[in-house]
């Protein structure tokens, strides 16, 4: 499950809710859907997390360095 | 002018002034003459007008007295002594003061001047179509002679007036003398032989023939053809220096270079030290100067070059710190905006999936009855004392079937 890529899994996540909004599936079948969706869900967050995360640490490892100093005169 | 005598009776009288203006009348009606005599008290003095001498008949003593402005004697530049022959052109004219004859003289020649003259004039043409004065065949002076040959009468002035002005002027010059009879019948040929053993030497670069002034006659030999052809042939480039500015001794014309007296030829002979060493220091200031004034250019150059290289490097830097501050902002906003509207997307995703939620029916007071593991749809099939599993929105029970209907 962890091997799933974010793109992967909101695709599967999108696919998941548009059936459940356009079909009939059975309530068993509509569960099932629903908890793998919440799983998704999760799945996504917990990624896009991680990523502000790592943004945000790079940053302000960038934000300390001085990368454009004047030259000597 | 007409005397008027005064009258004594029958008797006419004259006065001494009116006899004199008389003469002097009669006297002034006489041709211009062409006199022979030796000149005696020649008497010149700056502060005169005028030139006095007594021209005397050398056959008998006969004398007259004679004048003739100084200004025309001085241009004649015949440097006359007493006891010299002439021929003196004039006309008598009566001295009123005195009552004294005298000659008035307009022009004076040395006698014989007219045959020596004559003989030169045909040499100079003889040697002139001989090529000896062309102006191709001088040659340039040397501009430091190891050694100078000094061909001169053994009369001090031409002699010091040459070495005086050399030493003077270049103290290290090295000169050779020879002496030679320079007037007289035997002085041509001394002059020759004196000049070819000089230039003979070694090291002579240069000769100088040098001779005082003196009168036509003195300087006859320096017109004589052995001496002017042994000038024009001397081996080395020769510095005439004869006589004074107005004579042109033939030998002249064959030198080299002329000089009007022998002062002037020690310095066409050598260069002036003192000038030199001037030359050497305005050169060398020049020389520093040119330097200094190109190193400045080229230093001025270098510096401009300089300038604009670190002026176009800086701004290349600038252009492109400010390329890379953009690329770092932009870098920095994207991946945060890319997870920005990733979120947002999931999040509605999320709210679609919640509003789905089969809980949601279940919040609304509904529950899902399973019996044996499936969900009941209808009762039919269930019996009383069979066990059923409730779920609801919260929690969950189990349950026994009492009664069953249709």
Known sequence: MTELSFEAAQKELEGIVERLERGQPSLDEAIALWERGEELLRLCLARLDAAHGKIEELAQRAESATPFSEPDR | ?406
């Open chain 2, 1 to 406: 002018m007409k005397v008027e005598p005064l009258l004594y009776g029958d008797r006419k009288v004259y006065s001494v002034a009116g006899f004199n203006r008389g003469v002097a009348d009669w006297l002034a009606r006489l041709p211009t003459l062409w006199i022979e005599g030796e000149v005696t008290e020649l008497r010149r003095h700056d502060r005169w007008a005028s030139v006095f001498f007594t021209l005397k008949d050398p056959a008998d003593g006969a004398c007259v007295p004679a004048s003739l402005p100084r200004r025309a004697f001085d241009a004649l530049g015949l440097g006359l002594k007493d006891g010299e022959r002439v021929h003196v052109y004039g006309r008598p004219e009566l001295y009123a003061v005195k009552g004294e004859l005298r000659l008035r003289v307009l022009t004076i020649e040395r006698f014989g001047l007219g045959a020596h003259l004559a003989a030169i004039e045909r040499l100079k043409a003889a040697l002139a179509a001989d090529g000896l004065f062309d102006d191709a065949r001088k040659r340039a002076l040397p501009r430091f002679p190891r050694r100078i040959g000094l061909v001169t009468g053994n009369d001090a002035a031409a002699k010091r007036d040459v070495l005086t002005t050399v030493t003077a002027r270049f103290p290290a010059a090295r000169i050779l003398v020879a002496e030679t009879l320079v007037q007289g019948p035997r002085a041509a040929a001394g002059i020759v032989a004196a000049l070819e053993s000089v230039a003979r030497e070694d090291e002579i670069d240069v000769v100088v023939l040098a001779r005082g002034g003196g009168s036509f006659d003195d300087l006859l030999p320096f017109s004589d053809e052995r001496v002017v052809r042994a000038v024009a042939t001397c081996p080395v480039p020769v510095v005439s220096a004869v006589g004074h500015e107005q004579d042109t001794p033939l030998c002249d014309l064959a030198a080299d270079a002329r000089a009007s007296t022998p002062t002037a030829a020690g310095k066409l002979v050598v260069p002036d030290l003192a000038e030199l060493r001037g030359e050497l220091a305005r050169a060398q200031t020049s020389l520093a100067q040119s330097v200094r004034r190109a190193f400045e250019r080229d230093r001025d150059v270098l510096r401009r070059a300089h300038d604009s290289l670190e002026r176009g490097a800086r701004r290349a830097l600038e252009r492109d710190a400010d390329r890379l501050v953009s690329l770092r902002d932009r870098l920095r906003r994207g991946p945060a905006l890319l997870v920005e509207r990733r979120r947002a997307g999931v999040e509605r995703t999320g709210a679609r999936l919640a509003a789905l939620s089969p809980r949601a029916t279940l919040e609304r007071g509904y529950a899902i009855v399973r019996a044996r593991d499936e969900i009941l749809r209808s009762s039919a099939g269930l019996s009383p004392g069979e066990r059923i599993e409730v779920e609801l929105a919260a929690g969950g029970l189990g349950a026994v079937v009492e009664d069953v209907r249709e």
